[in-house]
């Protein structure tokens, strides 16, 4: 039987193994496929915990429905990947919006 810690970092690799699949895959990638990919990596977030990925992932699948451009798909995919890191659990505010600071700040904004 695995131990919580064992489960959180097997949870973890499953995300960031999906996120750099989707990455690799994004220049070959149709829409449907990148809103898929988006939605499993959101969905395995949101029920194990990882809030910061969860909301990442939310404001990426709008950024794609707006249009969004490959090079600010990739930059949510990075900042997703490094959130996958952070506590898990609920998030205040404030650091929710931390790391949607993070994906501006990366893109320049």
Do not use: K
């Not at 909301?55 to 949510?76: D, K, N, Q």
């Not at 952070?86 to 205040?92: D, E, M, S």
């Amino acid at each position: 039987m695995q131990t919580q810690t064992e489960q959180y970092q097997d949870i973890r690799d499953r995300i960031t193994g999906q996120i750099g699949a989707l990455a690799e895959a994004l220049p070959h990638c149709a829409l449907a496929q990148l809103v898929q990919g988006i939605d499993d990596i959101r969905c395995l977030a949101r029920d194990n915990g990882f809030v910061a990925v969860e909301t990442l992932a939310s404001h990426l699948e709008s950024a794609v429905a707006g249009g969004g451009y490959r090079a600010a798909i990739l930059t949510y995919l990075d900042a997703m990947s490094d959130a996958a890191g952070a506590p898990r659990g609920a998030l205040p505010t404030a650091m929710q919006e931390a790391w949607l600071a993070s994906v501006a700040v990366r893109l320049g904004h």
